[in-house]
């Protein structure tokens, strides 16, 4: 099975460094640029399925990588973190190290901690390694997502590696799972 992850394109948060979250933003003219320019991508490899956060920008990104040519589910287990109060807020003033703790179920007092985050998307790896174990998947998702998918496949919990690792908009990782 190749599994190949997609971080969506770029959204005005990410223009301002503001933290994200279940927020629904829409692509800004570049990102809708990436996700034209990674269409090219996907076209050359063989995608049996995709499978994309049911968030605006992730759809947005979807549509636009694939035209709609591709079967695609939605699954709220690769919806980004909740980030609850942190959203919006300027993301130099967050401890990556307490931010991405795989230990932490919580993180400033009302925000997903990423051991929950790597819990849900675990319980989803887990289930389209079975059920999709014969396809080649496209994941449509969020950085903290893309993060938690190279833990899990990479099985490396190191919180400076968590910090270090992540995808730019519209990147491609490739995994063989």
């Known amino acids: 099975m190749e599994l190949y992850v997609v971080r969506h394109g770029e959204v005005m948060e990410n223009v301002k460094g503001q933290i994200n979250g279940w927020n629904d933003g829409e692509l800004t003219k570049r990102g809708e640029m990436q996700a034209e320019s990674a269409s090219s991508e996907i076209e050359k490899r063989k995608v049996d399925l995709v499978i994309c956060s049911p968030l605006k920008r992730t759809k947005q990104t979807c549509q636009l990588m694939t035209k709609g040519e591709i079967e695609t589910k939605y699954d709220d287990r690769i ?87 992540g995808q730019n908009n519209c990147e491609i990782a490739e995994y063989k799972i």
Do not use: W
């Open 79 to 165: 919806i980004e973190r909740n980030t609850k109060s942190l959203m919006y807020k300027p993301m130099n003033i967050l401890d990556f190290k307490e931010f991405y703790d795989p230990n932490k179920q919580a993180v400033y007092d009302d925000c997903e901690g990423f051991k929950k985050v790597v819990e849900r998307v675990k319980d989803f790896i887990d289930e389209i390694k079975e059920k999709y174990r014969d396809k080649n998947v496209l994941i449509v998702t969020h950085g903290d997502i893309c993060k938690a998918i190279q833990c899990i496949i990479n099985n490396d919990y190191e919180v400076n590696d968590i910090i270090k690792s």
